[in-house]
């Protein structure tokens, strides 16, 4: 049985996601490509679906060209000539927007030289008419010989006759002769074309290219490069500006400037990037994302716990106790509910990131931010994911695939963990009820507390901020990504393909990070735990979890947390904290053998540790070690899940393993100062 | 129809067009500018700034891109100066 491989090819913002949701079966495979962290998709044909003749389809990155200026347009010809160890596709489905032929036919060109047979699917053909500028479809196919079929995703005309023509494939094309400086760089004169470009893009990097290649690409000289790929581009944009003459009846000026297509939305970007409203509305928009993640998502984390602990009650009633019981409530019923605790967030900010995107508002609003974004060094679309950090890591750090550029994107990584997330809220409220007079008023309506927190807020947004503009100049170092951004027409988002989206972000968050996290999470629960010792034995103010290998832990830790403030006790906390970071308070309440639930009132705990006296009668914990105790957190990467999102996104345990190791040595540094300037003070 | 020849695109009056006569600079830059269809001989008009003065808003080949002052200023133009608005 041969099965058939199609790629579907063609610009951002044409709908070609939605039509390939329409073309495919639900259930689809994403495809991985070493060394790259771009994902195709791939899903079998459904409509006229042949069981003996299976046809696959592969959706690549949307891109303007092929010439690998980022690793979307590496992956799309990668994909296209079958490098990597996949085979190259039998044929390529490309879909063009109707509404503006005038850039889209300059991809078509690029991926007809490649030679493949090619079906073109000439989408919103009814926004071209609308906008005065119909397409005369036989006279494109005519002009390209190719099968042209006109379709809307949004309705679902023009699909079946697509899959039909994906049935019926035509012969392969003649690929043009490739001449004498590319004849130097490779057979495949496709292939040359696209490694000379590289090589003018300074993108040889992502092309794969062979030793011999690239000795060959050296050997030219660069102005000869230059002026061979300019006239490549030029000729066919020459050759985009002769089709459209005979395509599009509507005069030629009208291709060549106006944007028919953008009439309408040109009257929103009226209001919507307005000097005063647009960044009033933007802060609006903004303030709603974060809201929802801050609050909205709360009540279903709520029944999740709710839920996890029921499912714990049950089966520690039908099992009845022990350390099987233990093992199953504590670790692995914990562990999924660890798990699955995130997935209103990440839903949550996914069915936002989507309806932003497919809207059109995503690019209006890296419009809008770029310039400060430009400061750091990131550009606009960073955005999104650096503010949704201060609600939770994990889904800021998957919401990062929206920028391009792989070293950026992982500047964005790196900076997420450093904007205070709100699991660190119950530490930062712990240590200030515990430690200060919280609701002493300092001046106006701003009590101790409250400054103090603004204060743990303002020190992580900075620290972001200057972290991702070093490492942008350094470790990182790159160009300010050029703001090269399509500002598309504005489009009511389908609802199918956001919630296909949400889901697909959400299984592949439970599938990779999930089970990491469920992994760490028994180990984390048996070294709290284990070796158990007998209630009886422990010794006046002992409690059980001292005992335990993170206990000892804890305990031999001590002589590198005294220069910083704190004790073994904390160092318990600590370790425990790596499940997440509020557990520090739990863990805390276990170390000092509260019986209530800490979880929900940590009353107790703040007048434990508030009262807690060392041997020689002092306080245990003053208003030094507090500060300090909130600075590492302010740092710290205390957290499983981040470095478990990051192993997924980034595809390998380097970074992860760079960003525990710089954030714990940055968080201790930063605590030492912190605690000795305090006591310097006076504190 | 009178035409300044000398000037960038980052140099543009909202609403003023011009005709593309080159892109110059750094190589990825310039090979990104020309497959967005900054190609000599094609109309392009400045639409807006954004509401920090940066980036630009700008149409051509029937769509509206937005490109930084400092990107813009790669791409040499002939400005229509009968349209400028002063």
């Not at chain 1, 395509?247 to 929103?268: D, K, N």
């Amino acid at each position: 049985m041969s099965e058939l491989r199609i790629a579907v090819a063609g610009n951002p913002n044409v709908g070609k996601t939605s039509l390939f949701n329409l073309l495919t079966h639900s259930r689809y495979k994403v495809g991985n490509y070493p060394g790259i962290t771009v994902e195709t998709r791939e899903g079998r044909l459904r409509v006229h679906e042949d069981p003996d003749k299976p046809i696959t389809l592969i959706d690549l990155p949307g891109t303007y060209s092929l010439t690998p200026t980022a690793e979307d347009e590496a992956v799309a010809f990668r994909v296209l000539t079958g490098a990597d160890g996949h085979p190259r596709p039998d044929a390529v489905l490309l879909v063009l927007d109707a509404s503006n032929l005038a850039r889209n036919l300059y991809l078509a060109l690029q991926v007809v030289e490649l030679g493949l047979p090619c079906v073109i699917a000439l989408n919103m053909v009814d926004l071209a008419d609308r906008a005065g500028v119909p397409v005369d479809v036989d006279a494109l196919a005519a002009a390209l010989e190719l099968p042209v079929v006109p379709t809307v995703a949004r309705s679902g005309e023009g699909i079946e006759t697509t899959a039909a023509m994906l049935r019926s494939l035509g012969p392969a094309l003649a690929t043009p002769l490739p001449n004498a400086l590319e004849a130097r760089v490779s057979k495949d004169p496709a292939r040359a074309r696209w490694l000379l470009s590289a090589a003018l893009a300074d993108a040889l990097e992502l092309t794969g290219a062979t030793t011999s290649e690239r000795e060959a690409l050296a050997a030219l000289d660069p102005e000869q490069i230059r002026t061979a790929v300019r006239t490549q581009i030029e000729a066919r944009y020459a050759k985009v500006d002769r089709l459209l003459a005979g395509v599009i009846p509507a005069e030629p000026e009208r291709a060549q400037l106006a944007a028919p297509a953008m009439v309408r939305s040109a009257q929103i970007d009226r209001v919507l990037t307005h000097r005063v409203f647009g960044p009033l509305i933007f802060l609006g928009v903004m303030a709603l994302v974060f809201q929802s993640l801050f609050s909205w998502a709360d009540p279903l984390i709520g029944l999740i716990e709710g839920a996890i602990g029921w499912l714990g009650d049950v089966t520690r009633n039908a099992l009845g106790e022990g350390a099987f019981t233990d093992l199953l409530t504590e670790g692995v019923i914990a562990g999924v509910g660890n798990v699955v605790v995130f997935v209103p967030q990440i839903a949550l900010l996914f069915l936002f990131v989507g309806l932003l995107e497919d809207s059109g508002y995503m690019a209006r609003a890296a419009f809008i931010v770029d310039r400060l974004m430009a400061r750091v060094g990131l550009n606009g679309k960073a955005f999104v994911p650096l503010l949704s950090g201060y609600a939770c890591a994990i889904p800021a750090i998957m919401g990062t695939r929206t920028i391009s550029g792989f070293k950026d994107r992982l500047v964005t990584i790196l900076m997420i963990p450093f904007m205070s997330c709100s699991a660190r809220l119950p530490v930062y409220s712990l240590v200030i009820g515990a430690l200060f007079a919280a609701n002493e008023r300092v001046f106006g309506p701003f009590t101790q507390g409250g400054l103090i927190l603004l204060g743990m807020y303002m020190l992580s947004t900075v620290s972001a901020l200057v972290i991702g503009a070093i490492y942008k100049r350094t470790l990182l170092r790159g160009p300010v990504p050029p703001l090269v951004l399509e500002l598309p027409p504005y489009r009511l988002p389908r609802i199918r393909d956001t919630a296909r989206h949400v889901w697909d972000r959400t299984a592949d968050f439970l599938r990779d990070a999930g089970t990491i996290i469920l992994a760490v999470t028994v180990v984390l629960w048996g070294l709290l735990s284990y070796p158990k010792v007998e209630p009886e034995s422990l010794a006046e103010g002992e409690t059980a979890i001292e005992h335990s290998l993170a206990g000892r832990l804890g305990k031999s830790i001590e002589p590198v947390l005294t220069p910083i403030g704190q004790d073994w006790r904390i160092g318990i906390g600590l370790i425990g904290s790596f499940a997440a970071r509020e557990v520090l308070v739990s863990t805390l309440g276990m170390v000092y053998g509260i019986e209530s639930d800490v979880d929900e009132d940590d009353t107790p705990l703040r007048e434990v540790i508030r009262d807690a006296k060392t041997p020689e009668g002092e306080p245990r914990y003053g208003k030094a070690s507090g500060l300090a105790l909130m600075v590492f957190f302010v740092f710290a990467c205390q957290c499983m899940s981040t470095l478990a999102v990051v192993k997924r996104e980034t595809r390998s345990w380097r970074w992860p393993a760079f960003m525990l190791i710089s954030m714990t040595v940055i968080a201790y540094v930063a605590a030492l100062l912190t605690f000795w300037g305090a006591k310097a003070f006076g504190l | 129809m009178a035409f300044q020849s000398g000037k960038t695109l980052a140099e543009l009056e909202i609403g003023q067009r011009a005709i593309v006569k080159d892109v110059v600079g750094e190589g990825r830059m310039m090979v990104r500018l020309l497959e967005m269809g900054f190609v000599p001989g094609v109309s392009v008009a400045l639409v807006k700034r954004a509401p920090l003065g940066d980036p630009l808003e700008l149409r051509l080949r029937g769509y509206h891109v937005s490109l930084r002052r400092a990107e813009a200023g790669a791409v040499l133009v002939e400005a229509r100066v009968d349209e400028a608005r002063a």
